[in-house]
């Protein structure tokens, strides 16, 4: 689930619907928050078994430092790392630094297929295509899963494919029929998702069918 907030995470962990929690500079942002670990430690409390909290810098120096101190929280914490700065600068050897210092990381803001074919060659822990960035960008992100899942096995590796930027409940879907291994999700789009109206409409059915009867 896409969130920072530590209430989301708790109410939606109950359901057991989700398994970890994403967030990155803008969800903090928007939320009014003011730093990154502790809102790591927030949601760490509500019991998630990850989160994956994304550096700040642009800078690699800086930026690796950041990654040791957020992975140093919880060993349930994944590093997020963009692919590319805001300069259009690859961030392979930043990638490969923090990898090879034991944090598992999940290289994000990849819109392409070939990006996502170069940063799996980096063998991260997670790899995230942007699902509706990927389609704006003019490519079907459907078509680019398929052919990263396939690139990944065949090189017997085992990077778990993440999609990200969902934004309505049909993307929820459609990336769910991908070979992907996770789908991240703002809460009020997965509430949307999980509600039909033809579903309300039976339940409503039996609840009046069920009045005057005995268990």
Request: hydrophobic letters at 45%; proline letters at 4%.
């Amino acid at each position: 689930m896409d969130s920072v907030t530590a209430e989301h995470c708790t109410d939606w962990l109950q359901t057991g619907l989700i398994h970890g929690v994403t967030t990155n500079s803008t969800l903090l942002a928007k939320a009014g928050a003011t730093s990154v670990s502790s809102t790591v430690k927030r949601i760490l409390a509500s019991g998630t078994a990850e989160v994956h909290a994304q550096v700040l810098s642009e800078a690699d120096a800086e930026a690796a430092q950041q990654a040791m101190a957020l992975a140093s929280l919880d060993p349930r914490v994944r590093v997020k790392i963009p692919f590319v700065t805001s300069g259009g600068r690859c961030r392979a050897g930043l990638i490969r630094r923090v990898r090879d210092a034991g944090v598992k990381v999940n290289i994000t803001v990849c819109t392409s297929r070939a990006e996502l074919y170069a940063a799996l060659l980096l063998h991260p822990e997670y790899l995230s295509l942007l699902w509706c960035r990927t389609r704006d960008a003019g490519e079907d992100p459907a078509q680019a899963v398929r052919a990263v899942a396939a690139r990944r096995d065949q090189t017997s590796g085992d990077t778990r494919l993440v999609i990200g930027s969902i934004r309505e409940p049909a993307d929820v879907t459609a990336a769910l029929d991908t070979p992907c291994d996770i789908v991240t999700v703002p809460p009020a789009v997965l509430e949307q998702w999980i509600d039909h109206p033809r579903s309300v409409e039976m339940a409503r059915q039996f609840a009046t069918d069920a009045e005057g009867l005995v268990a």
